[in-house]
Each structure stands twice: as C-alpha cells, then as structure tokens.
C-alpha cells in the first residue's frame, strides 16, 4: 500500500520504516484436508507493531507459529530480516516469543529466567548481569531479579516473559496474544506499556489477538484472518472505518448493515439507492469488486448522532426508539427507519440525556455520508 | 459453620472411622511391640525391654546375604522400570494416537493381575527360554510389577507438563538436548526420584514373585519366610521386619513428597493463569 496516508498516523511517534522484515509468500498449511492457512502472503515492516487479528481457529496463532519455526508451512515461503527461514529451526531463527502461557520456568528465579538464552552465548558475567539487568528495568522489573517464579502475579509473569525474549535483542519479537490471561484493567494498563515499550525498543513487533480493541489500540498495522485467510491489511483507523466486507466490519465492533442498489460506478466513487438513506454518494474501496447490482452500505452506530429538539443536519433519517439500553457513559438505542428490513442501533453519550429517551419516541438522527462504507455483496 | 460441619462429622461416622484406622494399622503396631520384648514368644503380657534382638541382627551372615541380595534387586528393578516408565509416561503424557488407552491399560494391567498367576507365568516363560533362575530373573519379575507404580507416579509428574516450556527453551536458542537437560530433567527430576524410591521399596517387600523365580538366591521376604520355620528365630524376624516396615515407610513418605512437589511443579505453570 503505496499511498498509506501519513495523517492516518498522527501517534506513530517513531517513523516507519518501509523496509520489510517478515516477508510471507503464499503460505499454507494442512492438515490433512483442512487447510488452517489458506495461500497467504504479507509482507510486516521493520519495527513496526503489527498485529494478526481474528477468531480462534482463523489460523492466525499458527501463522505466528511458523515465523517463530515451531510450525512449517506445507508450501509457500517465509523471510525474516531478508532470510529465508525455510530448514531454520526455532533456536536458531532471529526471532523470540512471549507465550500465551508465558512459560515461565517454574524451577528458576526471575534473573535465570531472563539470562536463560544468554547462557549459551557465552557472556562474561558482568555483561550478561549488565544485560539482564537493562532487559528488567525495560519492563520494569529491577529488585525483582531472586523473586522465585512461582510467587510472580499475572502481570509480573508476563513482564519476565518479555524481559526474557527482549534480552536476546532479536529481531522480531512474536507475542502470542499475551494479554488474554489477564484481567481488564490490567490489561488496558499492558496495553499502553506494550506499546510505549515497542516504540521505546523500536523492535519488529507481531502480535496475534482475537481482541479488536486490543488490536487498534497497540498497533501500526492490522492484518484481519477469517477461515485461514488474510481478509485486509491495513492501519487500525482504516480497518475500523473502511472494513472490505461485512465479516470484517462484524468482527471490529458494532456496524449497521443497509442494504443498496447500485446506481452508478466510477473509479473512486459510488451512487448508491437505499431505502433509509435515500440516494448516497461515498467512495468506492479499493478493495470493492462489484457483484452484480447490489451492494452493502455499513455505518457504525456511533455515526449516527440523535438531533434534538429542532435541530437540523443536511443529512438525516427519521425513524422510532424501539429500544433503550444503559452502559454507564454511553446509551444504546434500537432505532426503526421506515423501508430498512433491520432496525438501527445508535451509541449516544450520555451528556444530553440520551438515556432519558422513552421507548417509542420518533427520533431523527444525523449522520455523515462519509461514514457510510460501501461494501460488495 | 456449614462449611465446618461437613468436614467434621460427628458422632457414628468418626466412630467408623476411627475404627477403620484400627482394623488397618493394629496389626501393624504389634511388630515393633514384640520385637522390644524379652520373651521371645510374641504374646502378651510383655515380659521387659530389650534391643537384643536389634543387636543379633548384623550378626546373622544369611541374613547380610539376603539384604544385600535385596538391595541389588531393589536397585536394578527400580532403575529398569523408572527408566520404561519414564518412556511410557511421556508418550502416554505427551501424544495423542489411537489404542493410547488400551496401551496404558496394559501397562498398569499386573496390579490387578493374581500374583502367584503372573509369578507361575514367568516362570514358565523363564524356563522356555534357558533362563536359569537367579537374582536377574527376579529383577525382571519385579521390573513388570514396578511399572505400574512407576506410571502412576510419573504420569502425575508430567501430566500438565507445559509443552511451551520446551518450545520457550528452543525459542531462546536452546538444542533439543540442552532443553531436556536445562528444562525438562529439572522438572520431572522430583518424579523420577520419587519413582525410584516407590519402585525400590514394592521390589524389597515383594514376595510371591522373589519366591518363584529365584534360584539360591534369597531376598530379605525370602529370608523371614524361611526363618519362621523355626519359632527361636522369631524375635529376630519381628525385628527385622520392623526395620523393613520404617524403611518403606520413611521411603514412601518421601517419595509421596517429590511427586507432590513434581506435580505441582509442571501445574503450577497451568494453575496460575488459568
């Protein structure tokens, strides 16, 4: 993707390399009949947060486990750094790994733990101390070096997990969704480090997830899988904003789904019939290939904006509160719109009290016609 | 006060228990009261205190014999079978194939078989080879009754065993050798060791098995056997089968500890996250 817009980046405080690091070229891997990666190729930056994004069984964790040499693929190629990985064993590839399990080793402390790769390079004690040392103060660890592994929380677990890969300064470090074991605060705590740490090491990080928010909060790039296959790659704001299909679009949050009739196509743009919204112009995706005359428009409920009292907005459909659900911050509304088959759902904050709308009130809401996305059917 | 209700009952069920601990451990006690008696009849009234029959003991040459017969059956044994059983668990443990649980079955099937059966069997099987009966074929008799108790103490041991310790070691740069010998020995050590002891302490006891299929030869069960033959030579049996039962007491008590120790070891790793 040439034209990445850089605008999409305004937090990419590290500049982004276009270099590659991970090159995958048409990888599969079978078993038996059942092909857990289906033909797929991706080429990850160098020091760039990427994650692999999608279901349990969408072969994203086996995608990651044939980078770190513990799968192989049954046919197509892996490089990392420039070098094919094809008959490179796992101890010797340039990569380490944060396990989901964190795989700790229950029989050492924290220090061996961390210095249990070094030992094989032969260091001189003072470097390897001096090494150890700096991997735990990256993860902010220092004093906690005798602290037996058994007697370690969650969160200390997985810190020793990353000191001990990052101390091998590789190239790649490989994180198998390592937040999933932790609970929902301190995860969103991780979540920041991870990322703060990242840009600090300015290592090539891949992280396989099946948490959305988890995804575009840490990530440059989002590869999305389905079913073995790579569904789109692109930064988390496009991902979320122009998903290439409702799987997609389904798997990253809420998303209204409209249906439309095709009224005009050219290079960048559609025209689109429906029946709530009327005739609408958006952009055409890059990704849109048309399949016959209709078409999918999605808009996120947190698009659609309630219009108060007498305001107005150029554009607007009118519908009914069919349905009111509280969240603290936010209220959820089930809206009906004359002509859709399927109501609306709307996410309003509750500054204006949205919460306070009685079921069975007409509403209007307001939206943008660039938060419409065209997706092919 | 539920809660402690239901695991202090009261009244008939601590009375049955208490008399279940009786009816198992009475018998027991009786060996080391007798064998502190003077009179060498075991009966009571105890006439007085003595360790004479402790003191003859090291003075018995047949009795050395056996015990160091004993020993080396007890050793070969426990390291044979701890050695198959470390094969077996593993596989058992770490793979998944078809006629698994058949297999396992199998393998802990002679705990349940008769012995004298299985004692008359191999030494049918022993004779139909030219074997002559020694102490080895002892050993190998033991080795088939040891394995299951060694399954069961190493499978607890490796069972949960985290595959992506292994996989983290590699991951680090580590050979599959290095893996095994900085990794994977270090946690299963307490359940080898623990096997070991188990091993070593059902070969020392072992009769019927000893009894068939060894030659001149006699273990330390063999020796007592012979020895109640003749009623003077009964304090010293009480005696020395007191040593017998602390041995295998202490020896069980410490093995029950490694494999506890083992198997919270691999499943720490699990418990904590889960």
Known sequence: ?377 | MRARSRFLPGGWLSVYAFLYIVFLYLPVIFLPIFSINTSPTPKFPLTGYTLQWYEDLPHTPALLDAAWNSLIVGISASVLSTVLGILAARSITRYRYPGRRAINGLIMAPLVLPEVIVAISMLLVMLQLGLSLSLFTVVLGHVLVCIPYSMTVLTSGFEGFDRSLEEASADLGESAFGTFRRVTLPMVAPAIISSLLVCFTISLDEFIIAFFLTGTEATLPIYIWGQLRFASKLPGVLALGTLLLVASFLLMTVAEILRRRAARRTQNEGGLYA
């Open chain 1, 1 to 377: 993707m040439p034209d990445q817009p850089r605008i999409e980046h305004p937090r990419a405080e590290r500049p982004q390399s276009e270099k590659p690091m991970i090159e995958i070229r048409d990888v599969t891997r079978s078993y038996g009949a059942f092909k857990a990666l289906d033909d797929a190729s991706l080429t990850i930056r160098e020091g760039e947060f990427f994650s692999l994004l999608g279901p349990s069984g969408c072969g994203k964790t086996t995608l990651l486990r044939m980078i770190a040499g513990f799968d192989n693929p049954t046919s197509g190629s892996i490089a990392v750094g420039g070098q094919p990985m094809e008959g490179i064993p796992a101890n010797r590839r340039p990569t380490n790994m944060v396990f989901q399990s964190y795989a700790i080793f229950p029989h050492l402390n924290v220090e061996q733990n961390v210095a249990y790769g070094l030992k094989r390079l032969k260091l001189q004690g003072a470097e390897e101390k001096r090494r150890v040392e700096e991997a735990l103060a990256q993860v902010s660890l220092t004093g906690l070096g005798k602290r037996r592994a058994t007697e370690l929380s969650g969160g200390q677990r997985h810190r020793v997990a990353l000191a001990r890969a990052l101390v091998m300064r590789p190239k790649v470090l490989l994180l198998d969704e390592p937040l999933s074991a932790l609970d929902k605060k301190l995860r969103e705590q991780m979540q920041v480090e991870l990322r703060r740490l990242q840009q600090a090491v300015g290592i090539t990080f891949v992280l396989v997830t099946h948490d959305q928010y988890e995804a575009l909060a840490m990530s440059d790039r989002i590869a999305v899988m389905f079913g073995g296959r790579i569904a789109q790659v692109a930064s988390p704001k496009e991902i979320y904003q122009r998903p290439v299909n409702r799987q997609v679009a389904d798997f990253l949050g809420g998303m209204n789904f409209v249906k439309a009739e095709i009224v005009e196509e050219s290079g960048a743009s559609l025209v689109v019939d429906t029946l709530g919204f009327g005739r609408v112009r958006t952009d055409k995706p890059k990704a849109f290939v048309r399949n016959g005359g209709g078409a999918t428009l999605g808009i996120r409920p947190e698009r659609l904006r309630v219009l108060w009292d007498n305001a107005t907005a150029k554009f607007e459909v009118a519908g009914k509160v069919v349905e009111r659900h509280y969240f603290g911050e936010i209220t959820h509304l089930i809206v009906e719109i004359p002509g859709l088959e399927k109501p609306l759902s709307v996410t309003e904050t509750n500054d204006f009290g949205a919460d306070d709308i009685p079921v069975g009130t007409p509403i209007r809401l307001a939206y943008d016609p660039e938060a419409l996305v065209a997706m092919a059917d």
